[in-house]
């Protein structure tokens, strides 16, 4: 069995893995690698639509493989078949999905329609309502509004066949809901493959039960994720949770919390501690929309739910500026139309600045940070970064950003989260159960640092480390 690494190696995130055996294979994952586009795009420099493909290619972003990409996005002048005439081809049979963030399913958009994508019921559900409602899509958005797209969906423990695989998926817990590990076993043998995983969120004992499987299905060779080998300090999510309650209890002016669109369990923690300190949480029509797919999912209680009490919609007012129906469009409009003609009270940021005191603002996206200008904020407000802290340069300018506005507003700023990866120790705990031979270093920077705690917890296991774009055999 031979494995390529042709993303998330020596890379936190942009997973692309190649599994084979026997002349055919699947990928693991299909991600954009950030770390690739932070190099060679920004903001003022981006791909022609018309040559997206090309420019990946030519990068290096994605694959150099012949049979693999969509033939409706190769430029019309040829390029992009120039790049690939050389270029191998895989036999592949299809692709499978961890979870829904982007660095491990956002360039699926690319591939041919035809291979089929395997993933988590939950994943697709929230990757779906993710795509539908954002705003500005592109074409590396388009993935499962594409009806031509073959899409197979599983659930945990199930077994999979693709090809001469088993895929057996394994749910783990992260910080989007619907994340799995897998097992792929072939006809010249098996390898657990982690995803993103933690053992310090509300579901830690998913991730043991995925290592726990390892064992038990005797799977000696595992791939395990390693985003924060080097880091010890913990904090869980019911550190979140107290931190928050502490510091929204103590305000008198407005709470804004900044936080991941898919992060259910940060958000559950957002409401509890609003509770506690008798404020109204309020969200986007987006993230409604979000909401309402981890409710028909089962991973939300109702009274979660914008009009049962707790949580508020907070609307955008565009155009005319007068939350005139004719403003909005698509999704938006029909949802702020559900909600006027069911008679719910749709707030603007009129009616928070007038009461700030009673609500706690969720915000998804840096770009939010101004419209907290139209409410207002008085004295003794508080912003609260409840993402991880800034990793790139890139990051560190959107922080300076929001600083930079929160000084105009007159906000002060605190930081309080909870990763969506396991730190050193767990991850040492994680090895432990599983009991590998050998352990593969995957979506880490420092895949060295596995070497020590392998010593110390699994003295009898070797470390591989992957070869960008080439295989490994294993």
Request: proline share 5%.
């Given at each position: 069995?031979?494995?390529?690494?042709?993303?998330?190696?020596?890379?936190?995130?942009?997973?692309?893995?190649?599994?084979?055996?026997?002349?055919?294979?699947?990928?693991?994952?299909?991600?954009?690698?950030?770390?690739?586009?932070?190099?060679?795009?920004?903001?003022?420099?981006?791909?022609?639509?018309?040559?997206?493909?090309?420019?990946?290619?030519?990068?290096?972003?994605?694959?150099?493989?012949?049979?693999?990409?969509?033939?409706?996005?190769?430029?019309?002048?040829?390029?992009?078949?120039?790049?690939?005439?050389?270029?191998?081809?895989?036999?592949?049979?299809?692709?499978?999905?961890?979870?829904?963030?982007?660095?491990?399913?956002?360039?699926?958009?690319?591939?041919?329609?035809?291979?089929?994508?395997?993933?988590?019921?939950?994943?697709?559900?929230?990757?779906?309502?993710?795509?539908?409602?954002?705003?500005?899509?592109?074409?590396?958005?388009?993935?499962?509004?594409?009806?031509?797209?073959?899409?197979?969906?599983?659930?945990?423990?199930?077994?999979?066949?693709?090809?001469?695989?088993?895929?057996?998926?394994?749910?783990?817990?992260?910080?989007?809901?619907?994340?799995?590990?897998?097992?792929?076993?072939?006809?010249?043998?098996?390898?657990?493959?982690?995803?993103?995983?933690?053992?310090?969120?509300?579901?830690?004992?998913?991730?043991?039960?995925?290592?726990?499987?390892?064992?038990?299905?005797?799977?000696?060779?595992?791939?395990?994720?390693?985003?924060?080998?080097?880091?010890?300090?913990?904090?869980?999510?019911?550190?979140?949770?107290?931190?928050?309650?502490?510091?929204?209890?103590?305000?008198?002016?407005?709470v804004a919390v900044l936080t991941g669109l898919l992060d259910y369990d940060r958000f559950s923690?957002?409401?509890?501690?609003?509770?506690?300190?008798?404020?109204?949480?309020?969200?986007?029509p987006r993230m409604a929309m979000m909401l309402n797919t981890f409710r028909n999912l089962g991973?939300?209680?109702?009274?979660?739910?914008?009009?049962?009490?707790?949580?508020?919609?907070?609307?955008?007012?565009?155009?005319?500026?007068?939350?005139?129906?004719?403003?909005?469009?698509?999704?938006?409009?029909?949802?702020?139309?559900?909600?006027?003609?069911?008679?719910?009270?749709?707030?603007?940021?009129?009616?928070?600045?007038?009461?700030?005191?009673?609500?706690?603002?969720?915000?998804?996206?840096?770009?939010?940070?101004?419209?907290?200008?139209?409410?207002?904020?008085?004295?003794?407000?508080?912003?609260?970064?409840?993402?991880?802290?800034?990793?790139?340069?890139?990051?560190?300018?959107?922080?300076?950003?929001?600083?930079?506005?929160?000084?105009?507003?007159?906000?002060?700023?605190?930081?309080?989260?909870?990763?969506?990866?396991?730190?050193?120790?767990?991850?040492?705990?994680?090895?432990?159960?599983?009991?590998?031979?050998?352990?593969?270093?995957?979506?880490?920077?420092?895949?060295?640092?596995?070497?020590?705690?392998?010593?110390?917890?699994?003295?009898?296991?070797?470390?591989?480390?992957?070869?960008?774009?080439?295989?490994?055999?294993?």
């Amino acid at each position: 069995m031979r494995v390529w690494g042709f993303g998330g190696v020596g890379e936190v995130g942009g997973n692309k893995f190649y599994i084979e055996a026997r002349s055919e294979g699947l990928f693991i994952d299909f991600g954009i690698s950030y770390a690739y586009r932070r190099r060679y795009f920004g903001f003022f420099l981006r791909p022609k639509k018309f040559s997206l493909l090309a420019s990946l290619i030519a990068s290096r972003s994605i694959p150099l493989v012949r049979n693999l990409y969509d033939r409706e996005l190769f430029d019309p002048t040829g390029l992009t078949s120039e790049f690939l005439r050389k270029a191998p081809e895989l036999n592949v049979q299809g692709i499978v999905v961890s979870h829904p963030h982007t660095d491990h399913i956002g360039h699926v958009s690319l591939l041919r329609k035809d291979i089929p994508i395997y993933l988590g019921e939950g994943s697709y559900e929230i990757a779906r309502t993710r795509e539908l409602t954002k705003p500005a899509k592109t074409l590396e958005d388009k993935i499962f509004t594409d009806e031509d797209r073959v899409v197979r969906l599983f659930r945990t423990g199930s077994n999979v066949r693709i090809g001469s695989f088993e895929v057996v998926p394994i749910h783990v817990d992260h910080s989007v809901p619907g994340s799995y590990g897998l097992i792929v076993h072939s006809p010249e043998g098996s390898v657990a493959y982690s995803g993103d995983l933690r053992l310090h969120g509300p579901k830690s004992v998913f991730t043991e039960e995925f290592a726990e499987t390892i064992t038990s299905q005797g799977v000696d060779v595992v791939m395990l994720e390693g985003t924060r080998i080097g880091e010890e300090e913990q904090a869980t999510e019911a550190d979140v949770e107290k931190s928050l309650t502490h510091n929204i209890m103590e305000r008198r002016g407005l709470v804004a919390v900044l936080t991941g669109l898919l992060d259910y369990d940060r958000f559950s923690s957002i409401v509890s501690a609003s509770e506690a300190a008798g404020r109204t949480v309020l969200i986007s029509p987006r993230m409604a929309m979000m909401l309402n797919t981890f409710r028909n999912l089962g991973v939300m209680p109702e009274d979660f739910l914008p009009g049962k009490g707790k949580v508020g919609v907070l609307v955008e007012r565009k155009g005319s500026g007068l939350l005139d129906r004719q403003d909005y469009h698509g999704w938006e409009r029909e949802y702020l139309e559900k909600l006027l003609d069911k008679g719910l009270p749709v707030l603007t940021d009129l009616d928070v600045a007038a009461y700030q005191s009673k609500y706690t603002i969720v915000l998804n996206s840096p770009d939010d940070v101004l419209d907290l200008l139209l409410m207002r904020p008085v004295e003794d407000s508080l912003f609260i970064y409840s993402t991880s802290e800034p990793h790139n340069e890139e990051q560190e300018i959107d922080r300076e950003r929001i600083d930079n506005w929160l000084s105009i507003l007159g906000m002060k700023s605190i930081q309080v989260h909870a990763s969506g990866h396991a730190g050193r120790e767990e991850l040492a705990h994680i090895i432990r159960m599983a009991r590998p031979k050998r352990v593969i270093p995957i979506h880490t920077e420092t895949p060295e640092l596995f070497q020590p705690v392998l010593s110390r917890v699994a003295p009898g296991s070797s470390l591989i480390n992957l070869h960008p774009k080439l295989p490994t055999t294993i």
